[in-house]
């Protein structure tokens, strides 16, 4: 008798350390004059890509083993056991396609991964020097981002569509194995016959094992991909707003007027919000967000309430974000700070904060009265 095993091979993906050099939002910022465009933009090599940022994958490699094989007795029951025995290879066979097509999506998620990190490694560093606004280059970059993002968005479709698959397989070799098992009781059969149908039994019992444990690897694989993705999508938010600023500094932004650019610039950071619930909430979770007609109807209602009203402004940023999330919050709060003054608030009466919250999924900015 053959058992069938589970066969495990690590996949070794081999990365170096992250090379690069850190950066604070509390450091003085590059100038808006970046570098002639006419200079080569390097692209970030793979060996600058630590190993958090590949998606977490399992690397179980699914291989049953061979069936073991057995002659026809003449008997109902020997008929029987050669029918169990077709149909327990035709469901092994699956479960070698299953975990070919699983293999092959893997590496497209990996591969995917390690393109989105290339280039977002490379708008990084430019960033971090300091480029024009606007840099076309650096939103075409950033478009090559998202296309591996929507790569990682159809392989997570795949990893669904997989998953019913070997759900359904699951379900085909339990019925297989009630099958075999409800044999022992039809008359007729020889001891050569329930010997046959002991080893059948181990074997799909073990299949079963196997194939459980294939679809768990796959739900969570999809589960994960998910999780990744949604972080990628909100960092690519995040990338835009530094684009648009040509820095992760918002000390960088242009500001319309030079009597108000020290209160814009100077952010105090708050470990709690302003107490109370806020005026305003704009949340910068996706490009282009539409919040100018809502800002300029909350703080026109609150000035036509109480004329020397005092305003918050608060750049909110996730807990769990980087730098760059929390300088993409500040870059928000301090375009907001300009329209509000453009609207006719005395800078003197906006005060610019930041903070953290846990709650947050993406930069935001809320304004609090008091």
Same mark, same amino acid.
């Given at each position: 008798m053959k058992n069938i095993a589970?066969? +495990?091979? *690590? &996949?070794? +993906?081999?990365?170096l350390a992250f090379g690069g050099c850190s950066y604070?939002?509390?450091?003085? #910022?590059?100038? *808006?004059?970046?570098?002639?465009?006419?200079?080569?933009?390097?692209?970030?090599?793979? =060996?600058?890509?630590?190993?958090?940022?590949?998606p977490e994958l399992g690397t179980t490699n699914f291989q049953p083993l061979e069936i073991s094989e057995g002659?026809?007795? $003449?008997?109902?029951?020997?008929?029987?056991v050669v029918t169990f025995r077709g149909e327990l290879s035709q469901l092994q066979n699956s479960i070698r396609k299953h975990n070919e097509e699983l293999q092959k999506i893997r590496a497209s998620v990996i591969n995917n991964a390690l393109q989105y990190h290339k280039l977002i490694g490379t708008i990084e560093a430019k960033l971090q020097v300091g480029t024009t606004p606007g840099?076309?280059?650096? #939103?075409?970059? *950033?478009? $090559?981002?998202?296309?591996?993002?929507?790569?990682? /968005?159809?392989?997570?479709?795949?990893?669904?569509? @997989?998953?019913?698959?070997?759900? =359904?397989?699951?379900?085909?070799?339990n019925y297989l194995l009630d099958s075999i098992r409800a044999a022992y009781s039809v008359s007729g059969a020889v001891d050569e016959?329930?010997?046959? @149908?002991?080893?059948?039994?181990?074997?799909?019992?073990?299949t079963s094992?196997?194939?459980?444990?294939?679809?768990?690897?796959?739900?969570?694989?999809?589960?994960?991909? *998910?999780?990744?993705?949604?972080?990628?999508?909100?960092?690519i938010v995040d990338l835009n707003s530094a684009i648009k600023a040509g820095?992760?500094?918002?000390?960088? +932004?242009?500001?319309?007027?030079?009597?108000?650019?020290?209160a814009a610039t100077n952010f105090n950071v708050k470990s709690s919000a302003t107490n109370g619930s806020p005026l305003f909430v704009a949340k910068f979770n996706k490009t282009n967000v !539409?919040?100018?007609?809502? +800002? !300029?109807?909350?703080?026109?209602?609150?000035?036509?309430? !109480?004329?020397?009203?005092? #305003?918050?402004?608060?750049?909110?940023?996730?807990? !769990?974000?980087? &730098? @760059?999330?929390?300088?993409? &919050?500040? /870059?928000?709060?301090?375009?907001? #700070?300009?329209?509000?003054?453009?609207?006719?608030? $005395?800078?003197? %009466?906006?005060?610019?904060? =930041? %903070?953290?919250?846990?709650n947050a999924t993406s930069a935001e900015v809320q304004i609090f009265v008091r």
């Open positions: 589970i066969k +495990l091979s *690590l &996949a070794s +993906l081999s990365v604070s939002s509390d450091a003085l #910022f590059p100038s *808006l004059m970046g570098v002639d465009s006419s200079q080569e933009v390097a692209v970030a090599e793979t =060996s600058d890509i630590k190993s958090g940022d590949i002659g026809n007795t $003449g008997t109902f029951v020997g008929q029987k840099n076309p280059q650096m #939103f075409t970059m *950033l478009q $090559g981002a998202q296309n591996n993002i929507q790569v990682m /968005n159809a392989n997570t479709i795949a990893l669904n569509q @997989l998953a019913t698959r070997v759900a =359904s397989d699951a379900a085909m070799t016959d329930h010997r046959q @149908l002991r080893i059948l039994e181990n074997e799909t019992n073990q094992i196997l194939i459980g444990s294939l679809l768990q690897e796959i739900n969570m694989d999809a589960e994960r991909q *998910l999780q990744y993705i949604e972080t990628a999508r909100n960092y820095s992760y500094g918002v000390n960088n +932004l242009p500001l319309p007027g030079a009597d108000y650019v020290g !539409k919040y100018h007609d809502g +800002l !300029k109807q909350a703080v026109s209602s609150a000035v036509a309430k !109480k004329p020397g009203v005092m #305003f918050d402004v608060v750049a909110v940023s996730p807990a !769990k974000g980087n &730098a @760059l999330s929390k300088n993409a &919050a500040q /870059n928000n709060a301090t375009q907001i #700070f300009q329209e509000m003054v453009e609207m006719g608030v $005395g800078a003197e %009466r906006i005060n610019l904060s =930041s %903070r953290t919250s846990p």
